[in-house]
């Protein structure tokens, strides 16, 4: 047998197999050699890293604050090099001091988030305290921790911390003034209006912004009584961590649907963990607004432990958490005669918006960035003010609002609050009319049929958890349920005149149900012509001017609900949030009643049961709502009209 030719790769292999373990370095070069400093045996991080600052224009500093109890209280001082006789400006936040230094910039004004850029411009020290219990504070964390009473017995809150820290700053920041503001928005308002219940003599000035001032009646929790169920994934991201928590888990895409299938709040919160909360468990065994709201609502306890620090009440017209409280806490200090040194301010935007661009709110779009031209031409030369003795191009009036029609903002020497409005009756009229004339002849009503089953919803579906058109579902084009059967639409003829209205309008209602329980959504909605030639996206739109629910239980006491009586005409008589809006001509005005909006709210099983947070599934029945507007009741909202060349 003849052997086989031995091709290139025998070859190859060949050679590697018979050449040494190891080649010989090239001639002139030495074998590679270990030396000490080539080891390391300890952490390549150092115990104490320290980071060239020559370039920066600020110095940075982290200090645990002591309060008077012991705790320490973790704290973010930002100081411009080379200051001498600032002001400070102080933060104090649930949500993470260290955050709101958001980059390693060496320049202030670009490390700061975007609420502090037009403050980071060398004139102000800048302060940030984490509350206590959260982030890098010590001390327990208490949400929203009442103030010291009743409701907690501690020698402690966040009055107290509030004054001990700025006592502190104003001791050991030998840059400062000695003279302190304080600014904050949503949760960081509510620590603001705390801090004026007793305040440093120091503090000078105050903005709460968004403040969350009374949780059942009107801002993050309830609205009349009627649950803000979204906002339990608040719960979990505030309160299972001292950090951040993770937001409830979805099991479908569509939070419609994943409310729905849970059946009641309660049910929902107690699939999810939430029992383990001391926070939910207080707040679900509450759910009339008894001592528990009544004690810690701070329209009540600011009028009680009135201050003199110059205080701007600063909110947005269409504010989607926290409507409520900034012009029911300045109406508080007004009428108990505090009027003088309290200042109310409502921009035409979102929550806390105030912080970010002001370009536009949703489809309405401003002249101009209206935020940043509040900040520096109105909000920081009155700090200024009173921080620095600089003096003020123009008074702050006692309310400045935006007008969103005349896109303008008002100006006002004297703001009526609710108590005092002149109101004018929009009357529900036969044939789904509506005018300021009132119903004539017979009897009259409306219908509809409330299914717990299909809940109407408050922005077209589908509504993820995540979902960014939460911040602007006030000013959403309501024509997306006008054709639903359990939605009744009132409209006036086409406007010959403008119909102004400053304040805040009252739904007052009428009706009956087959049910023993209900709630009742009050829409007033500006109705755009058929056609706009300068924005053909707003033809036709349906915008909601002010709209708001109420929980049919709370009729007659807020702390004492009662059984609505089957088939019988009951007054439902509620405030809508506060405007400063003209329907012009050639518009229409629009009143829509619902009873539900789903899933920001939960639903009523519109049978009386105990506590609705924890109602069954056989307590949801469907109920005919009808809505009278005949010698049974006339039905109307109530309109704060004025002048419409009144401004």
């Not at 409280?325 to 300045?330: F, I, K, L, T």
């Not at 001017?545 to 009729?555: E, K, N, P, S």
Request: proline share 9%; hydrophobic share 35%; glycine share 8%.
């Amino acid at each position: 047998m003849k052997k086989a030719a031995l091709g290139p790769a025998f070859v190859s292999l060949a050679c590697l197999l018979s050449a040494p373990a190891f080649a010989s370095p090239p001639a002139g070069q030495d074998s590679a050699k270990v030396t000490p400093d080539m080891i390391q045996t300890a952490s390549d991080i150092p115990a104490d890293w320290k980071q060239p600052e020559g370039n920066f224009d600020y110095v940075k500093r982290e200090v645990m604050i002591p309060m008077r109890d012991g705790v320490k209280l973790h704290t973010v001082i930002l100081i411009p090099k080379g200051a001498h006789d600032l002001p400070m400006l102080l933060e104090r936040t649930p949500y993470n001091a260290g955050g709101f230094v958001r980059n390693n910039s060496p320049h202030m004004a670009d490390a700061v988030w975007s609420g502090d850029k037009d403050w980071a411009d060398g004139s102000y020290i800048l302060v940030w305290q984490d509350v206590r219990g959260k982030y890098g504070s010590e001390g327990k964390y208490i949400m929203t921790r009442p103030p010291m009473g009743p409701l907690n017995p501690t020698t402690t809150d966040d009055t107290t911390d509030a004054w001990d820290t700025i006592d502190w700053l104003v001791k050991n920041l030998k840059a400062s003034n000695g003279k302190v503001g304080m600014i904050g928005s949503s949760y960081d308002g509510w620590t603001v209006a705390m801090a004026l219940l007793h305040p440093h003599p120091a503090l000078k000035v105050a903005a709460p912004e968004s403040p969350m001032i009374d949780g059942w009646m009107g801002d993050d929790w309830y609205h009349y009584g009627a649950l803000r169920q979204v906002n339990l994934d608040y719960f979990t991201g505030q309160m299972t961590k001292k950090g951040a928590g993770e937001e409830v888990p979805r099991e479908n895409y569509d939070d419609y649907t994943n409310f729905l299938e849970a059946g009641s709040a309660g049910d929902y919160a107690v699939v999810h963990g939430f029992r383990q909360l001391p926070w939910w468990n207080r707040f679900s065994a509450h759910p009339a607004y008894d001592a528990f709201w009544q004690l810690q609502a701070l329209d009540r306890l600011l009028p009680e432990h009135p201050s003199s620090v110059p205080t701007m009440w600063l909110q947005g017209l269409w504010d989607q958490e926290d409507i409520y409280g900034a012009v029911h806490a300045w109406e508080a200090l007004d009428k108990a005669g505090h009027g003088a040194n309290n200042h109310l301010v409502i921009g035409p935007w979102w929550h806390s918006q105030i912080n970010r661009d002001g370009w536009h709110m949703g489809p309405l779009k401003w002249p101009g960035n209206t935020t940043a031209e509040f900040r520096r031409q109105v909000m920081i030369p009155w700090f200024n003010h009173y921080l620095r003795g600089t003096p003020l191009a123009r008074p702050l009036p006692e309310a400045m609002i935006y007008n969103p029609v005349e896109k303008r903002w008002d100006r006002f020497a004297h703001w009526k609050p609710a108590s005092e409005q002149s109101l004018t009756p929009l009357y529900l009229q036969a044939d789904m009319g509506l005018g300021f004339q009132q119903p004539a002849g017979g009897s009259d009503s409306d219908s509809y049929v409330s299914d717990p089953a299909k809940p109407v919803p408050y922005l077209p579906r589908p509504i993820p958890q995540k979902n960014d058109r939460w911040r602007t579902w006030l000013v959403q084009d309501q024509r997306f349920v006008v054709d639903r059967p359990d939605v009744l639409s009132y409209t006036t003829p086409v406007l010959e005149k403008t119909v102004a209205i400053q304040g805040a309008p009252i739904a007052d209602l009428f009706a009956r149900t087959t049910g023993t329980d209900g709630d009742f959504v009050v829409k007033l909605i500006d109705v755009y012509p058929g056609t706009d030639p300068t924005d053909p996206a707003m033809g036709g739109y349906e915008l909601p001017v002010a709209l708001d629910i109420f929980r049919g239980r709370y009729r007659k006491s807020f702390s004492d609900p009662s059984p609505i009586p089957a088939n019988t005409v009951q007054e439902y008589r509620f405030r809508l949030p506060t405007v400063n809006y003209e329907f012009k001509p050639g518009h229409r005005i629009m009143v829509q009643i619902q009873s539900t909006l789903f899933p920001l709210y939960d639903r009523n099983p519109q049978t009386y049961v105990p506590n609705i947070l924890f109602a069954k599934p056989a307590d949801y029945r469907k109920a005919t709502v009808t809505i009278e507007h005949g010698p049974d009741g006339r039905s109307a909202v109530l309109l704060p009209v004025v002048a419409a060349s009144g401004h």
